[in-house]
T-cell receptor, first 118, second 112 residues
Framework: DAGVIQSPRHEVTEMGQEVTLRCKPI?????LFWYRQTMMRGLELLIY????????DSGMPEDRFSAKMPNASFSTLKIQPSEPRDSAVYFC????????????????FGPGTRLTVL | SQQGEEDPQALSIQEGENATMNCSYK?????LQWYRQNSGRGLVHLIL?????REKHSGRLRVTLDTSKKSSSLLITASRAADTASYFC????????????FGKGTHLIIQP
């Protein structure tokens, strides 16, 4: 299995530009998560999907952030317009639903996208 | 918000020694997971322990969970230079959302 795939691996953009981050989860996984990592705040959950449906987006910092999952094998995180404080590493993770009790189990992380907004 | 808090923030030991990292959390949990992150890389899942488990082993890793104290420990035995990394505990809250809440991590340095 190729694992979780994220693209691009690095993105440098100027303030005000639109940024789109992409994620391909592990095939067959029911859950997809987007996290952000910064030195100041550590790892934070932004949003997650179950069977392509957004379940909890309470971690999305503002309306400038949006995420979609049009099908089971693809998700995007969009920032429009981007600001310097959005600079961070953005991780996508996926997991299976735990048999029996349900809910997400072990999460498998992609390599991340390092975003720099100038 | 940060749920897990790792202790210590940084740890430097000699190769071959054992490394112990601790994690405390605040709410009732469904499970607790430990992840490793090498510099500039993604997170690698190490081990998951459920709330009804007290101890779990995986190779050179030993994890304990004390739900009464809301704490967990990760022991790496016979450390190797390749174990140098940051280690994070992450909790999934009981009855809560499926996302994980991460601590700030322990940076482990293994001196050759």
């Amino acid at each position: 299995d190729a694992g979780v795939i994220q693209s691009p691996r690095h993105e440098v953009t100027e303030m005000g530009q639109e940024v789109t981050l992409r994620c391909k989860p592990i095939s067959g996984h029911d859950y997809l998560f987007w996290y952000r990592q910064t030195m100041m705040r550590g790892l934070e959950l932004l949003i997650y999907f179950n069977n392509n449906v957004p379940i909890d987006d309470s971690g999305m910092p503002e309306d400038r952030f949006s995420a979609k999952m049009p099908n089971a094998s693809f998700s995007t995180l969009k920032i429009q317009p981007s600001e310097p404080r959005d600079s961070a590493v953005y991780f996508c993770a996926s997991s299976l639903e735990r048999v029996g009790t349900g809910g997400a189990d072990t999460q498998y992380f992609g390599p991340g996208t390092r975003l720099t907004v100038l | 918000s940060q749920q897990g808090e790792e202790d210590p923030q940084a740890l430097s030991i000699q190769e071959g020694e054992n490394a112990t990292m601790n994690c405390s959390y605040k709410t009732s949990i469904n499970n607790l997971q430990w992840y490793r992150q090498n510099s500039g890389r993604g997170l690698v899942h190490l081990i998951l322990i459920r709330s009804n488990e007290r101890e779990k082993h995986s190779g050179r890793l030993r994890v304990t969970l004390d739900t009464s104290k809301k704490s967990s420990s990760l022991l790496i035995t016979a450390s190797r230079a390749a174990d140098t990394a940051s280690y994070f505990c992450a909790t999934r809250e009981r009855g809560g959302a499926d996302g994980l809440t991460f601590g700030k991590g322990t940076h482990l340095i293994i001196q050759p």
